[in-house]
């Protein structure tokens, strides 16, 4: 078993790689766009209740419906 040791300088370029790492994201991961800012909905069923949820959740700006469907078809 061999055992490697770090230098100073090693060690060094190390933490100022991890300290420059956030400065490389992106600005839209940050952004109030971001994608952790946002909503997304799959829905499945509507009746009285899923019909009262789309209407509300469309006049949202941080919700994207991704899909729906419904079962019964009345």
């Given at each position: 078993m061999t055992s490697t040791l770090l230098?100073?300088?090693q060690?060094?370029?190390?933490?100022a790689a991890?300290?420059?790492a956030p400065l490389i994201v992106p600005a839209r991961v940050f952004?109030?766009?971001?994608?952790?800012n946002r909503i997304v909905?799959?829905?499945i069923g509507f009746g009285?209740?899923?019909e009262n949820h789309i209407s509300t959740l469309?006049?949202?700006q941080d919700v994207t419906f991704l899909g729906v469907c419904?079962?019964?078809s009345d």
């Open positions: 230098t100073r300088r060690t060094l370029r190390a933490a991890s300290l420059a952004s109030q766009n971001a994608p952790s909905v799959g829905q009285w209740i899923g469309l006049g949202r419904d079962i019964k």
